[in-house]
C-alpha cells in the first residue's frame, strides 16, 4: 500500500525558511491532489494549501498567502512545501495528505505522512 | 470560514460504553463532513466520510449521522484501541476546509 513518507524534523530560527519534502512509497504521485495542513502544540488542524500535482495548480490558505510555496517535481514523484518568513507561532507538526474524492462528490483526506516536526526558536 | 464546533472537548468512558460526539457547523455543509480519529504522536485516520460512510477497513461499532449542520459520531462499545483524539472535518465550501477543535476519549 502507498504510504507518505516526509523529510525529518527541523529547527529553525525566525525569519528563515523550511522546505518540507512528501513523497510516495510504492507509487507515484499522477493524478493526486496533495493538500498540506498543520497541527500546532496541543491543538487541531489549520489548512495550508494544496498542489494537484499533475497540473502544478497551486491553491493557498489566506493566513498563509505569500510565505507559503507548495511545489511537485513529477520526475521523482516529490512534492515539497516550503514556507518562508517563520515566526514563533508557525512551530507544529507538518502533515501532507492526499485528497480523495467520494462519489458523492465531497472530499477526504485518506492517505496522510507521518508528519514533519518544524520548531521556530531563537 | 465555516466554523467547526465540536462537543465535548473531552469525556472519560470505559471499555464497552458507548461513546457520542457532536460536530456543529456555522454554517450548512450538507453532508459534507468527515470524522478522524488521532492518537499520540501519529497521523490521524479518515474513520468516516460524507456524514455516514465507513471508510474501508473501519470496525462497524464507529457510526456518523447528521446533515446540515448537527452531526454526531458514535462508537458503540467502545474498544481499547479506541481511546484516541476525535476531529470532524467539513468540506463542503472551497478550502479551507476546517476542522472541529477535537474530543478526547479517555479512559474512565
Known amino acids: 500500500q502507498v504510504q507518505l513518507v516526509q523529510s525529518g524534523a527541523e529547527v529553525k530560527k525566525p525569519g528563515s525558511s523550511v522546505k518540507v519534502s512528501c513523497k510516495p512509497s510504492g507509487g507515484t504521485f499522477i493524478n493526486y491532489t496533495i493538500a498540506w495542513v498543520r497541527q500546532a502544540p496541543g491543538q487541531g488542524f489549520e489548512w495550508m494549501g494544496r498542489?494537484?500535482?499533475?497540473?502544478?495548480?497551486?491553491s493557498y490558505g489566506q493566513n498563509l498567502q505569500g510565505r507559503l510555496i507548495l511545489t511537485a517535481d513529477k520526475s521523482t514523484s516529490t512534492v515539497y512545501m516550503e514556507l518562508r518568513r517563520l515566526m514563533p507561532e508557525d512551530t507544529g507538526v507538518y502533515y501532507c495528505v492526499t485528497i480523495f474524492r467520494a462519489p458523492s462528490g465531497s472530499f477526504g483526506f485518506d492517505l496522510w505522512g507521518q508528519g514533519t516536526l518544524i520548531t521556530v526558536s531563537s | 470560514d465555516i466554523q467547526m464546533t465540536q462537543s465535548p472537548s473531552s469525556l472519560s468512558a470505559s471499555v464497552g460504553d458507548r461513546v457520542t460526539i457532536t460536530c456543529r457547523a456555522s454554517e450548512t455543509v450538507d453532508i459534507y463532513l468527515n470524522w478522524y480519529q488521532q492518537k499520540p504522536g501519529v497521523a490521524p485516520k479518515l474513520l468516516i466520510f460524507d456524514a455516514s460512510s465507513l471508510q474501508n477497513g473501519v470496525p462497524s461499532r464507529f457510526s456518523g449521522s447528521g446533515s446540515g449542520t448537527q452531526f454526531t459520531l458514535t462508537i458503540n462499545s467502545l474498544q481499547p484501541e479506541d481511546y484516541a483524539t476525535y476531529y470532524c472535518?467539513?468540506?463542503?465550501?472551497?478550502?479551507?476546509?476546517?476542522f472541529g477543535q477535537g474530543t478526547k476519549v479517555e479512559v474512565k
Open positions: 498542489i494537484i500535482t499533475i497540473f502544478g495548480h497551486t
Open positions: 472535518q467539513q468540506t463542503y465550501s472551497p478550502p479551507p476546509w476546517t
